[in-house]
């Protein structure tokens, strides 16, 4: 569909929410009869023609396939400033389905408003129209790292961990096939090995990136492009 601008309506009535009758009209200056795209969020979009008052004419939906293959979700340890933003900006694009924030021993950050999550919520919502994507990923409110799930071989969970155990994969190839999938990545302070082995006993398995030390927003970065490149449809 081109560089057609993108908007999100969850519930297409064939009336522009009022936040992107404002975007399209007045910031992308569209007019009347200018076409745009409208996504649902649920994996559909569709060509549309702007008309007056902020009404719209659809035309038929479609499955653009832009979708990764895997059901990824982040767990990611909070992160000071606008570092958490941005990781949310980048996990969505790269094809997260779900992000849950995780508060573990070494986060600089503790705590967090629901401000903050439907903050976290509306990037993801521009970063997946930013990227053609068609299925709006879900930004959770904070869970401590003890309450995270058991995981097993059919769902692998992966810490990323800056310290090479016995037992640590050292690459992704394991997993790239994966149907659903869960990942960890730790705060500026990195886990305490008292979190590793805790994670462990519940069956998450530790990946070793190298030795190069990664910051805390860039070494998930590393881990969800090696495991969703391939499932972005470029095969298709």
Known sequence: MGFL???FEPEPAGTLAKDNRHRLERVMRLREGDSFVITDGKGREARAVLKGQGAYELEEW???GREASIDLTLYAALTKGEKFD???????E???KTIVPVISQHCVVKKTSENKVERW?????????????CVLPEVTAPVKIEKLPQHGSDVPGLILYEQKLAA???GFADFAMAGKISVLTGPEGGFSPEEIDALREKGWQTVWL??????AETAPLIALANLLSQSW???S
């Open 168 to 170: 640590s994969k050292t």
């Open 121 to 133: 919520q509306k990037i993801a919502i521009s970063a997946m129209l930013q990227c053609g994507g």
């Open 62 to 64: 479609q499955n653009p």
């Open 233 to 235: 449809g470029i095969h």
């Open 5 to 7: 601008a993108r908007v």
């Open 94 to 96: 790269l094809g997260v």
């Open 210 to 215: 190298g030795k190069r030390i990664f910051r």
């Open 86 to 92: 941005w990781l949310v900006e980048k996990a969505v």
